[in-house]
């Protein structure tokens, strides 16, 4: 039984010419810039307004989302929620009010359309 032995193919070599050439080269050292106490009061100065707008949003949003509810007629959140959900009350959720209102304007603009 007869053994062959591989020569090394051009590409071969090509491949390991590159990889020793990728490793004789050194990465570029990258200054690091040490933390100081400023820094991190900043990145919480940073954090903390952030959290104040996004609490300004949200209190925007849902003060819109009630004002909205609230053009709603009473008997038309009514009618919608017991149809919907069979829930009647206050005990609805934001996300099935908002579902309520935009199932009300849709009645509204079919009713403009028809006459």
Known sequence: MQIKEESPSPKSDTQKLKQVA???ESPQKVTKIPRTSNTSSNRCAKTQRHK???AR?????H???ETLWDTVPETER???A???QGRVGTDIPRAEK???VVAYIQKMKAD???H
């Open 63 to 65: 003060s819109l989302l």
């Open 82 to 84: 017991s149809k919907d």
């Open 98 to 100: 908002v579902a309520i």
């Open 78 to 80: 009514q009618r919608l």
């Open 57 to 61: 949003c949200r209190e925007r949003l």
């Open 52 to 54: 104040t707008s996004a």
């Open 112 to 114: 403009l359309r028809a």
């Open 22 to 24: 990728e490793k004789r």
